[in-house]
């Protein structure tokens, strides 16, 4: 496997598409995830869904601050929080790793590799925007679900496939998710 890939799914509204995102992610990709406790709880609020395993996701609890991909030592490619919470996003832009979640986002940093936060808030308050502007000068992409009309989507997955495939972008993985824009 060349890639390997960090998918976090914080307790922000909107879990499903963290869990799309998942499930969408080609398999010859090595994934792990972490998916928060108000994660779960949120995909059975909003979907009355109950949290399942994909075979070829290595799952990982975010209380294990132990776990493989807390050390810079552990070599992986990208990480994402799909979505974040504005709690983890505020946890990441002061330092705080006091879950797996936060712990790897601040691992990541200090190894400089690709990071993609999609906060789920809207709006945004100052507080909010001052947390994602201080992180995207540090380099992190702050990729909010924010849609694109140009790609035609005519159904919500639609629309969902155009957002997984701009986090793709940015992470380098290849896919043919939405249609891209050729100009006129």
Known sequence: MDLKIV???????GTQIGF???SLIPKDIEVFAIVSKAAKKALKLEEN?????????????????AACISSGSFK??????VPCS?????KCTVGISDTLITRVFSVMLKEQRKIVIAPREMPFNSIQLENMA??????????PPVLGYYSEQKSLEEMEKFLIGKWFDLLNIEHNLYKRWQGK
């Open 7 to 13: 998918v976090g799914i914080s307790g922000a509204s």
């Open 134 to 143: 201080k992180l995207s000068k540090l380099g992190v992409a702050v990729a």
């Open 49 to 65: 869904k109950q949290f399942k395993q994909l075979e070829n996701v290595t799952y990982l609890s975010d209380n294990n601050l």
């Open 86 to 90: 504005m709690n983890s996003l505020a």
């Open 76 to 81: 992986t490619d990208g990480y994402i929080i």
């Open 20 to 22: 799309k995102l998942l």
